[in-house]
Each structure stands twice: as C-alpha cells, then as structure tokens.
C-alpha cells in the first residue's frame, strides 16, 4: 500500500468500496495523461486502459468510458444519444467530476453522471482506470465497471 494520497484519490477509494471493488489504487512515478502512457507504466496493451472522458450531450455533462485503443466517434455517438456530443472544457470536467483532466476516474464524482461504456473494453480480463490524479490508476473488470458507473454498454464509434 503506497503512503501517498490525494483527496480526489481517498474518495475515489471510499466510492470503490462502498461498491465492493477490492483493486488497489497504483501510483505511477510519471504521470499517465493519455492511454498510451498508462499502458506503457502497467505493462498491458492500450485497449485494456478505460479512459474516463467527459463530453457534453447538448449542455448535459456525461461519461464516455472508453479503451484507450478507441476514439469516440463524437457525430456517430452523439447521433445515437439523440443529441449533440462535444468535448466538455477543463471547468466543466471539474465541476462535474470534482477531478482533473488527466486523472478522471470513473467514480468519485460530487453526483451521478450519464455513463455509457465502450463495448470494447469488455474484451479485456483486466482494465485500468484512473483513480483521480494522472499518477493514480486502479484495477477492475468490465463488468465492475459498468456496475460502479451504472453504464449502458455501449460502442463508441461506428
């Protein structure tokens, strides 16, 4: 157990237990800002990294969950929500997830977020998230991941 800590990180913990997931948090020596840092720190392929991603549906703050190895198709999921998806800005990811980009977990936020996870993470044993600061990670299944988020599986580009 690392002695480092992080208020974003300690409630990201206590939302995991109270939902049953046992996964220890990581701490990483370097940040891992994109998939493709997070991969190279665990030793695993960059599919098997849950991106935790903010866009807004209209104006509604919502959660992509999705492999690293994908990029959301923002026209083609957004067509399939029934709305506009965009990017969210640096103060909309904050006010709705309480974290920072680069560390946004899937859990842990101040209220429940619109979640819909990538259908392609669920070809991994193991994925890995972010547990609220870019040098934190942490283990879980897919199917925990859909179940702590309250997810709709879901693919993320056509």
């Known amino acids: 157990m690392n002695s480092r800590s992080h208020p974003a990180v300690t409630t990201v913990v206590a939302s995991l237990r ?3 997931v046992t996964g220890e948090v990581r701490w990483l020596d370097e940040a891992a800002r994109t998939a493709a840092d ?9 599919g098997a990294i849950a991106n935790s991603l903010v866009f807004t549906l209209d104006d509604e703050p919502v959660l992509i969950m999705t492999s690293g190895s994908h990029r959301v198709d923002t026209e083609w999921l957004g067509d399939r929500l029934g709305g506009r998806l965009h990017r969210a800005d640096a103060d909309v990811v904050r006010a709705a997830t309480g974290q920072v980009i680069g560390g946004v977990a899937p859990v842990g936020h ?12 669920a070809d ?5 998230a972010a547990a609220g600061h870019a040098h934190t990670v942490f283990p ?13 599986p ?4 056509g």
């Open 110 to 121: 101040p209220a429940p977020i619109r979640t819909w996870v990538d259908t392609a993470l």
């Open 18 to 20: 109270e939902q049953g």
């Open 140 to 152: 879980m299944t897919y199917g925990e991941l859909v179940r702590v988020t309250g997810g709709t």
């Open 124 to 128: 991994h044993d193991q994925l890995w």
């Open 38 to 46: 997070a991969a190279a720190a665990l030793g695993t392929s960059v």
């Open 154 to 157: 879901t693919a993320v580009t």
